[in-house]
């Protein structure tokens, strides 16, 4: 039994083939004519603030104990 053979079926149905290529090449430039654009396009950065308090001690061992370990 053979299986069906893609390029075979193509080549006996060339119209198809070439309407198909139509459609998606018309489709294709639908679509990226209808692409949302914007010069400056909105965009949200994520961001965090965190203040760390420790009385008495130096900065050194803030950085070292609570910032180096935040990041």
């Known amino acids: 039994m053979k299986g ?3 390029s075979d079926w193509a080549l006996s ?3 198809m083939v070439w309407y198909f ?3 998606f090449v018309v489709a294709g430039i639908f679509s990226y004519l209808n692409l949302g654009r914007e ?3 909105a965009f ?3 961001t ?3 203040q760390a ?3 008495g001690a130096s900065v050194k ?8 370990r935040i990041e």
């Open 39 to 41: 010069e400056d396009p």
């Open 21 to 23: 290529m139509l459609v």
């Open 48 to 50: 965090m603030i965190i």
């Open 44 to 46: 949200t950065i994520k």
């Open 61 to 68: 061992e803030t950085v070292q104990q609570v910032t180096d």
């Open 53 to 55: 308090n420790w009385p």
């Open 4 to 6: 069906f053979n893609l």
């Open 13 to 15: 149905h060339r119209s």
